[in-house]
């Protein structure tokens, strides 16, 4: 492995700068969320003292692959979103890894799938319930994610980050990037689409036998979903050219930009029912399809 | 898009949260905390244990001396035992009642000697203006040997 | 290490969750309580946080003379609360009964099944009384640590 991709896993945009950011954010979605509501909200520390008072914790002991595969649950959430966080083009200019968006996109598929799979091993309804709702919101959203994907990749007509990154003028890439930010939300689980962990009506969901560390590994998992998905659409829609240190700093401002829409719609909106989140995931699916395959025609026959 | 109009409104207005910690602040001087009993004017004569709802309140005697016991862990403040207390003795304190950590910190004992009410009965200021109306409609069925069984000239 | 453990104890003390559970309330104390979350009283101010589960808890906040039917679940939740751990009696049925005292379906105040660290007096408490006992029950858990009480319980 060479030094620059050790410094992209480590470093920025990895361990070293996703961890404290994803708690930044987490935080400034808390406040931001409060400060609309007219409350005060947490302190700038809030989430490392969470993190660190969770670890702190004496969790019951269990027994049998059951114990160990709740454990690994969040542990490869944690690991495939450093992953994720690292292969993203923040310097488009080569200096990262030359990655596929294919597995980028599994990489962020699989806090989900983890989610959806700590759920039902946890043994409690709970856990079930708030499985089964979030397996099927992910299949819709992820309908919608993947075409935006192929969206981009269509237009661009590559599969390579480090050439899909970069803002360009055409159409369908905004399309592509306005598709993800549109699934953002029932990623990060955030009203209006947080009805897989309803804490009024189903007791924490999937994570309610969690407890200690393995929560802390959750939260932290949470924090790091924050960072790299709004880090991908962030480094859809940078510009090409400019320095390093330019394209450093344009990928933390439009990620928080992306951070305080995302709170304001959160804000601003009441709880989806599952149906209705998947009918609006169905009805966007459409429409990108629709464009997708118009413009694969027209760009097979225009060009 | 009300609802956009109104997080701005918010964020323009700022918050209204107190910054916690916040030292509570009793605005009105009926605010009803802790009862406060006079030991000197105290004639034990027991009715505000019989009007208790909780039994909170426990007035027993041996010999000449009464034991007036308060627990503020069963009280609920509803102040009946005041607007029945006829030598208005009792009081509430107008700030919030403090936090304990053992079960039975907060008892009050307070023993005190039988004696003869001040005749006529008076109030301090504010309890007057306060239970004159409660206090003159008084028709008490039997209750324990009561000094003051003569209807309260005030 | 003495850092590792002055850490843990200020971040123990900074983000106390809470887990709240009504066994038989007149649903006075409930509404107080909620009524610290709201903007007036905020206390995510102090990180503060209702949590759906019992195990995410750290403070168990507990109203209502506990009843006949409610004794397992209190247990229950109870021994389901990871330690470093705290009770909080808000208000004054789980400290005396209140005026249910005596009365055949309610099984007692709550010391008599659960350990209880800090009783709020008031019926129901003032927001401001319940805001001070939640953060000296975080004060009490981040002083006691994982200690000695807790290692011969049962965890569920």
Same mark, same amino acid.
């Given at each position: 492995?060479?030094?620059?991709?050790?410094?992209?896993?480590?470093?920025?945009?990895?361990?070293?700068?996703?961890?404290?950011?994803?708690?930044?954010?987490?935080?400034?979605?808390?406040?931001?969320?409060?400060?609309?509501?007219?409350?005060?909200?947490?302190?700038?520390?809030?989430?490392?003292?969470?993190?660190?008072?969770?670890?702190?914790?004496?969790?019951?002991?269990?027994?049998?692959?059951?114990?160990?595969?709740?454990?690994?649950?969040?542990?490869?959430?944690?690991?495939?979103?450093?992953?994720?966080?690292?292969?993203?083009?923040?310097?488009?200019?080569?200096?990262?890894?030359?990655?596929?968006?294919?597995?980028?996109?599994?990489?962020?598929?699989?806090?989900?799938?983890?989610?959806?799979?700590?759920?039902?091993?946890?043994?409690?309804?709970?856990?079930?319930?708030?499985?089964?709702?979030?397996?099927?919101?992910?299949?819709?959203?992820?309908?919608?994610?993947?075409?935006?994907?192929?969206?981009?990749?269509?237009?661009?007509?590559?599969?390579?980050?480090?050439?899909?990154?970069?803002?360009?003028?055409?159409?369908?890439?905004?399309?592509?990037?306005?598709?993800?930010?549109?699934?953002?939300?029932?990623?990060?689980?955030?009203?209006?689409?947080?009805?897989?962990?309803?804490?009024?009506?189903?007791?924490?969901?999937?994570?309610?036998?969690?407890?200690?560390?393995?929560?802390?590994?959750?939260?932290?998992?949470?924090?790091?979903?924050?960072?790299?998905?709004?880090?991908?659409?962030?480094?859809?829609?940078?510009?090409?050219?400019?320095?390093?240190?330019?394209?450093?700093?344009?990928?933390?401002?439009?990620?928080?930009?992306?951070?305080?829409?995302?709170?304001?719609?959160?804000?601003?909106?009441?709880?989806?029912?599952?149906?209705?989140?998947?009918?609006?995931?169905?009805?966007?699916?459409?429409?990108?399809?629709?464009?997708?395959?118009?413009?694969?025609?027209?760009?097979?026959?225009?060009? | 898009?009300?609802?956009?109009?109104?997080?701005?409104?918010?964020?323009?207005?700022?918050?209204?949260?107190?910054?916690?910690?916040?030292?509570?602040?009793?605005?009105?001087?009926?605010?009803?905390?802790?009862?406060?009993?006079?030991?000197?004017?105290?004639?034990?004569?027991?009715?505000?244990?019989?009007?208790?709802?909780?039994?909170?309140?426990?007035?027993?005697?041996?010999?000449?001396?009464?034991?007036?016991?308060?627990?503020?862990?069963?009280?609920?403040?509803?102040?009946?035992?005041?607007?029945?207390?006829?030598?208005?003795?009792?009081?509430?304190?107008?700030?919030?009642?403090?936090?304990?950590?053992?079960?039975?910190?907060?008892?009050?004992?307070?023993?005190?000697?039988?004696?003869?009410?001040?005749?006529?009965?008076?109030?301090?200021?504010?309890?007057?203006?306060?239970?004159?109306?409660?206090?003159?409609?008084?028709?008490?069925?039997?209750?324990?040997?009561?000094?003051?069984?003569?209807?309260?000239?005030? | 290490?003495?850092?590792?453990?002055?850490?843990?104890?200020?971040?123990?003390?900074?983000?106390?969750?809470?887990?709240?559970?009504?066994?038989?309330?007149?649903?006075?104390?409930?509404?107080?309580?909620?009524?610290?979350?709201?903007?007036?009283?905020?206390?995510?101010?102090?990180?503060?946080?209702?949590?759906?589960?019992?195990?995410? $808890?750290?403070?168990?906040?507990?109203?209502?003379?506990?009843?006949?039917?409610?004794?397992?679940?209190?247990?229950?939740?109870?021994?389901?609360?990871?330690?470093?751990?705290?009770?909080? $009696?808000?208000?004054?049925?789980? $400290?005396?009964?209140?005026?249910?005292?005596?009365?055949?379906?309610?099984?007692?105040?709550?010391?008599?099944?659960?350990?209880?660290?800090?009783?709020?007096?008031?019926?129901?408490?003032?927001?401001?009384?319940?805001?001070?006992?939640?953060?000296?029950?975080?004060?009490?858990? $981040?002083?006691?640590?994982?200690?000695?009480?807790?290692?011969?319980?049962?965890?569920?």
């Amino acid at each position: 492995m060479n030094v620059s991709g050790l410094i992209h896993f480590f470093l920025f945009p990895g361990l070293l700068f996703a961890v404290p950011a994803g708690w930044f954010y987490v935080w400034g979605e808390r406040k931001a969320v409060a400060r609309m509501q007219r409350r005060i909200g947490p302190p700038l520390l809030q989430p490392f003292y969470d993190f660190v008072k969770l670890l702190g914790k004496r969790t019951p002991s269990r027994h049998g692959i059951e114990a160990d595969l709740l454990r690994l649950w969040p542990a490869l959430s944690v690991l495939s979103m450093i992953g994720a966080i690292a292969m993203l083009p923040v310097f488009p200019s080569g200096r990262g890894f030359s990655g596929d968006a294919v597995l980028l996109v599994a990489l962020l598929e699989l806090p989900s799938i983890c989610f959806i799979l700590a759920g039902f091993t946890s043994g409690s309804i709970y856990g079930e319930i708030g499985a089964i709702r979030e397996a099927v919101l992910s299949v819709a959203n992820n309908l919608v994610f993947l075409l935006s994907i192929v969206t981009i990749a269509v237009t661009e007509r590559t599969f390579r980050l480090s050439d899909m990154a970069g803002g360009s003028w055409n159409p369908g890439h905004w399309i592509g990037v306005f598709g993800i930010l549109l699934c953002i939300p029932a990623k990060l689980r955030l009203n209006p689409f947080s009805t897989s962990s309803a804490e009024q009506e189903i007791y924490s969901g999937p994570l309610t036998e969690y407890a200690g560390a393995a929560l802390a590994m959750w939260e932290l998992a949470h924090g790091l979903e924050w960072v790299a998905l709004t880090g991908f659409v962030a480094t859809l829609v940078v510009p090409a050219s400019g320095p390093w240190w330019f394209h450093a700093l344009f990928f933390v401002v439009a990620s928080f930009a992306q951070v305080m829409l995302l709170s304001t719609i959160a804000a601003a909106t009441a709880r989806f029912t599952l149906q209705r989140a998947i009918r609006f995931y169905w009805r966007w699916a459409a429409v990108l399809a629709v464009l997708v395959v118009c413009s694969t025609i027209y760009m097979r026959y225009r060009w | 898009m009300n609802i956009l109009r109104l997080i701005f409104q918010n964020l323009c207005r700022g918050p209204v949260s107190f910054r916690l910690p916040h030292k509570h602040e009793c605005t009105s001087k009926e605010y009803r905390g802790l009862i406060v009993n006079d030991a000197e004017r105290c004639v034990g004569c027991g009715l505000c244990a019989y009007v208790c709802p909780t039994a909170a309140i426990e007035v027993t005697r041996s010999g000449e001396t009464y034991r007036w016991t308060y627990d503020p862990g069963k009280c609920t403040f509803c102040g009946r035992c005041l607007e029945r207390c006829k030598p208005h003795t009792l009081s509430m304190e107008s700030q919030l009642p403090p936090l304990y950590s053992t079960e039975g910190e907060l008892i009050k004992v307070l023993d005190m000697v039988r004696k003869r009410p001040v005749r006529p009965a008076v109030a301090p200021a504010s309890a007057a203006e306060k239970h004159e109306p409660a206090a003159s409609t008084q028709a008490m069925p039997s209750t324990p040997p009561a000094a003051c069984a003569e209807p309260a000239v005030e | 290490m003495n850092l590792i453990k002055r850490l843990m104890h200020r971040c123990r003390r900074k983000s106390p969750f809470l887990f709240h559970l009504n066994t038989g309330s007149c649903n006075g104390c409930d509404i107080e309580l909620v009524t610290c979350l709201s903007p007036r009283y905020d206390v995510e101010q102090l990180g503060i946080h209702l949590e759906g589960s019992p195990r995410h $808890a750290d403070i168990l906040c507990i109203t209502g003379p506990v009843t006949r039917n409610t004794l397992e679940a209190v247990k229950t939740v109870y021994s389901q609360v990871c330690e470093p751990k705290a009770v909080v $009696a808000l208000g004054s049925c789980p $400290a005396s009964c209140n005026v249910f005292a005596g009365s055949p379906v309610i099984a007692g105040p709550l010391s008599k099944h659960i350990p209880v660290d800090v009783y709020v007096p008031g019926c129901p408490p003032h927001p401001d009384a319940m805001i001070e006992g939640i953060a000296r029950a975080a004060q009490i858990l $981040a002083s006691r640590g994982v200690s000695a009480r807790a290692k011969g319980e049962p965890q569920r």
